[in-house]
Each structure stands twice: as C-alpha cells, then as structure tokens.
C-alpha cells in the first residue's frame, strides 16, 4: 500500500527556535502534499496544500511566514516552524495525493511538536 | 459554515454488534466521500469511500451508504470489534481539498 513518513514523530522544542517536519512518500510519487493541524479533541485543520515545484497555497489564517513548506520533490516535503511559540504545540500531519488523479489521501503517522 | 457534520461526538456499541456511523454534508457538489478511522497521536487511516454515483460500497466489515438526496451517508461496521475502538472522521472532496467531519468517537465494549 501506499506509505507516507513522518520526521520526527516527536520534537520539544526551546520558543524562539525553528524546527522542520519531513514528510515523504514512500513508495509512490505525490504531486500534492497537503499539511493539517489538530488541536486537542478537534477535527483536522488543512494548512496548507503543497504541489511539487511550486509555491505552497495556504488556508486563511495560516501564516505562511511562519509555517514555511516546501515540496522540493515528488516524494518529500517539509513543514517548517519558524520561531515557534508555546501556541504553536500541537500535532501535525501531512497527507500525499497519489499522481494520477485519485482522490484518496494517504497519511503520515503525525509529529508532535511541544515548544518549551 | 461547517459543510460535513458528524453529529454524534461519541458511539458506544456492544461487541459483535453493528456499528453504525453518520455524516450529513450540506454542499451538493460534493462528489466523492471517505472515511477514515484515528488512534490517538496518529495518522488517519483510510477506511472506505464512495463515489456520488453509487449509492453503497462494501469492504469486508465495512459499508458505505450514500443518500444524495438527503446529503446523508453512513459507515456501517459489522460485527464490531475491540480493534474498531477509534475515532472515525467522514470527509469530501472538493476541488481537490477534504472537507472534514469534527468525528465520532467509537467505542466498542467487551
């Protein structure tokens, strides 16, 4: 089946640090990679959604200065947090769209990002 | 605007029992439904989906009914199992970005 990673499962971070989240396809090619947050005992919030080659399209709200993505290939992109603060704890995952159309989104195991 | 509702935050069903999940969306455009099961400080795992131009789809334990007329669908689990113990998110597509029920928590009891 179709496997996405997640890199690292958990960081604890110090505020004012950045810390990057890997996100790969492992044994397919994603054109597009979309990234979510979840909050305590919520539903999954889209980020971002990130096509390989091109600039990232953020969801209102989300700071595209401060989550910085990057989607240098078919199967890696990153999530970047750039000078985290305590708020910006929480678990985040990617998903990766298969090439070819299918509407179905295969998940990474999610990181846990606790900034101190 | 919440354009999918999952309406029960939480289900309780005795083992070996029917599980029965529900998901109202409001936007009729939507053409193609899916549901995915979570453990905690996991990932989403992909369950089922369904296509509007059916009207079911079954997987071994898992069915999918779809309603278009009563923007309604369905995840039934049958028998349930302990390892169905998880929270179960319905969404639809649109213009290539999943539209995301708030879950239901499942819980199968022994």
């Known amino acids: 089946g179709a496997v996405v990673s997640q890199h690292p499962s958990r960081v604890i971070c110090k505020s004012g640090t950045s810390v990057k989240i890997e996100c790969r396809s492992l044994?397919?090619?994603?054109?597009?990679m979309f990234w979510y947050r979840q909050f305590p005992k919520k539903s999954l919030m889209l980020m971002a959604t990130?096509?390989?080659?091109?600039?990232?399209?953020?969801e209102q709200g989300v700071e595209k200065d401060k989550f910085l993505i990057n989607h240098a290939s078919l199967t890696l992109s990153t999530l970047t947090v750039t000078s985290a603060h305590p708020e910006d704890s929480s678990f985040y995952i990617c998903?990766?769209?298969?090439?070819?159309?299918?509407?179905?989104?295969?998940f990474g195991p999610g990181t846990r990002l606790t900034v101190t | 605007d919440q354009q999918v509702k999952q309406n029960s935050p939480s289900l309780s069903v005795q083992e070996g029992r029917i599980s029965i999940l529900n998901c109202d969306y409001t936007?009729?455009?939507?053409?193609?439904f899916l549901w995915y099961k979570k453990y905690p400080a996991e990932g989403p795992t992909f369950l089922i989906s369904?296509?509007?131009i059916k009207d079911k789809n079954e997987d071994g334990r898992f069915t999918v009914f779809l309603n278009k007329s009563a923007k309604h669908l369905s995840l039934h689990i049958v028998p349930s199992q302990p390892g169905d113990s998880a929270v179960y998110f319905c969404?639809?597509?649109?213009?290539?970005?999943?539209?995301w029920g708030a879950g239901t928590k499942l819980i199968i009891k022994p």
């Open positions: 998903s990766a769209m298969l090439a070819g159309g299918s509407y179905e989104q295969y």
């Open positions: 044994d397919f090619q994603a054109t597009t």
């Open positions: 990130s096509n390989e080659g091109s600039k990232a399209t953020y």
């Open positions: 936007n009729s455009m939507f053409d193609y």
């Open positions: 369904i296509s509007s």
């Open positions: 969404a639809a597509y649109s213009n290539y970005q999943l539209i």
